[in-house]
């Protein structure tokens, strides 16, 4: 399943940059961009050393409760967010947050964007009763301000169904993602690279159900569409022959499953490398497809192969 995040780091720094600057305003701009310059890079710790420092000038120049202070303070924390720093994040969310309500009422889209954040921080820690009335209430704020129609309601849509499919509301789930699916396809059409993902959701939730009628045309649209906005050789391609194989393999239907399993192997060698420890789970899938149709010769290189390159992983 995947999360279709509503802020970025980039993106969540553009408000902040759209106003004329005198001063400390100035190096607080010019701190932002040195930010969003290191993440692209990559340089994610130079990054937040430098958010930390743009997050004093704000203090100081614009006073604690002014809302590019919790800007500043949002950018930290996605951060430390992006790192797996939970700790360190979860208190500057929780600020931003108040100071966004205080300052912008409680009815707003930076409140809304807070909320997600936060709680999918606590997604990912498995804080799930924390995590849904925070996405539930950025929808209800997104929908009040935005129109029940707007993509980024459909993002939020996407994002509380994932939370719902994992704690197995399957039911709840379904409209939440079916409804998201119609948004962007009547924004965009229905090749827009978020159509794939949410198509990938729902035939994940299908798959989980043992619905693998409902879920096999939904992985095999979404691999299509990859293929022609993305390249064939696009990761996110790759992605999606695994996931298909997987449910052919399921089914019992394996030559289908092991052309695909191929096929995403090949790619994923020529794009990591032939000890990336990603092939690792990969080559396990087709261990097991071998042992199936008894070939057990075949299973068995594969997963000595598997324990290669976990042992030079180590």
Same mark, same amino acid.
């Given at each position: 399943?995947?999360?279709?995040?509503?802020?970025?780091?980039?993106?969540?720094?553009?408000?902040?940059?759209?106003?004329?600057?005198?001063?400390?305003?100035?190096?607080?701009?010019?701190?932002?961009?040195?930010?969003?310059?290191?993440?692209?890079?990559?340089?994610?710790?130079?990054?937040?050393?430098?958010?930390?420092?743009?997050?004093?000038?704000?203090?100081?120049?614009?006073?604690?409760?002014?809302?590019?202070?919790?800007?500043?303070?949002?950018?930290?924390?996605?951060?430390?967010?992006?790192?797996?720093?939970?700790?360190?994040?979860?208190?500057?969310?929780?600020?931003?947050?108040?100071?966004?309500?205080?300052?912008?009422?409680?009815?707003?889209?930076?409140?809304?964007?807070?909320?997600?954040?936060?709680?999918?921080?606590?997604?990912?820690?498995?804080?799930?009763?924390?995590?849904?009335?925070?996405?539930?209430?950025?929808?209800?704020?997104?929908?009040?301000?935005?129109?029940?129609?707007?993509?980024?309601? $459909? !993002?939020?849509?996407? &994002?509380?169904?994932?939370?719902? @499919?994992? %704690?197995? *509301? /399957?039911? =709840? #789930?379904? +409209?939440?993602?079916?409804?998201?699916?119609?948004?962007?396809?009547?924004?965009?059409?229905?090749?827009?690279?978020?159509? $794939? !993902?949410?198509?990938? &959701?729902?035939?994940?939730?299908? @798959?989980? %159900?043992? *619905? /693998?009628? =409902? #879920?096999? +045309?939904?992985?095999?649209?979404?691999?299509?569409?990859?293929?022609?906005?993305?390249?064939?050789?696009?990761?996110?391609?790759? !992605?999606?022959?695994? &996931?298909?194989?997987?449910?052919?393999?399921? %089914?019992? *239907? /394996?030559? =289908? #499953?092991?052309?695909?399993?191929?096929?995403?192997?090949?790619?994923?060698?020529?794009?990591?490398?032939?000890?990336?420890?990603?092939?690792? !789970?990969?080559?396990?899938?087709?261990?097991?497809?071998?042992?199936?149709?008894?070939?057990?010769?075949? #299973?068995?290189?594969?997963?000595?192969?598997?324990?290669?390159?976990?042992?030079?992983?180590?």
């Amino acid at each position: 399943m995947q999360t279709l995040r509503t802020i970025a780091l980039i993106t969540a720094l553009v408000a902040a940059l759209s106003f004329p600057a005198h001063g400390q305003e100035q190096r607080w701009q010019s701190l932002n961009v040195r930010i969003v310059t290191l993440h692209r890079e990559g340089r994610v710790s130079e990054a937040t050393e430098v958010a930390m420092e743009a997050l004093k000038v704000a203090e100081t120049t614009f006073g604690p409760n002014h809302p590019n202070v919790a800007a500043s303070l949002n950018t930290l924390a996605l951060l430390y967010h992006s790192q797996g720093k939970y700790v360190e994040a979860e208190p500057l969310y929780k600020r931003a947050l108040a100071i966004r309500e205080a300052a912008l009422g409680p009815v707003h889209r930076h409140v809304a964007s807070s909320l997600n954040n936060l709680a999918a921080l606590y997604e990912e820690q498995g804080k799930y009763t924390e995590a849904e009335p925070l996405y539930q209430r950025a929808l209800t704020i997104d929908e009040r301000v935005l129109g029940k129609y707007h993509p980024v309601v $459909a !993002t939020d849509l996407n &994002n509380l169904a994932v939370l719902y @499919e994992a %704690q197995g *509301k /399957y039911g =709840e #789930a379904v +409209p939440l993602y079916t409804r998201a699916l119609e948004i962007l396809e009547t924004s965009f059409g229905p090749h827009y690279p978020q159509v $794939a !993902t949410i198509l990938t &959701n729902l035939a994940v939730l299908y @798959e989980a %159900q043992g *619905k /693998y009628a =409902e #879920a096999a +045309p939904l992985y095999q649209r979404a691999l299509a569409l990859n293929e022609q906005v993305l390249g064939k050789d696009h990761p996110a391609v790759g !992605t999606d022959l695994d &996931n298909l194989a997987h449910l052919y393999d399921a %089914q019992g *239907k /394996y030559a =289908e #499953a092991e052309k695909l399993y191929e096929r995403a192997l090949a790619m994923q060698e020529k794009a990591l490398g032939l000890d990336h420890p990603n092939l690792a !789970t990969l080559l396990e899938k087709m261990a097991t497809l071998y042992r199936k149709t008894g070939r057990e010769d075949k #299973a068995k290189k594969l997963e000595e192969r598997v324990k290669q390159i976990r042992s030079k992983n180590q």
